[in-house]
């Protein structure tokens, strides 16, 4: 899908990807591609593609 933005990477070997158009930051396995979480972010950057417009800061934390 088109996006803005890229991916960051881990010395861990995790992706990271957020995309504009549906509003989901994704971890990945970066050696087979599989989904390892998804979180729903309140924006999706700069309006662009029909998406909500917004700045924030958001924190995620490890569980205990």
Do not use: C
């Not at 803005?4 to 509003?23: E, H, K, R, Y």
């Not at 729903?40 to 029909?50: D, K, Q, S």
């Amino acid at each position: 899908m088109p996006g803005l933005g890229g991916p960051i990477s881990t010395a861990g070997n995790l992706m990271f990807v957020a995309t504009t158009q549906d509003n989901y930051l994704r971890a990945f396995d970066a050696s087979n591609g599989r989904l390892l979480w998804e979180g729903r972010l309140p924006a999706g950057g700069h309006g662009l593609f029909g998406t909500k417009m917004g700045d924030y800061l958001v924190a995620y934390a490890l569980p205990d």
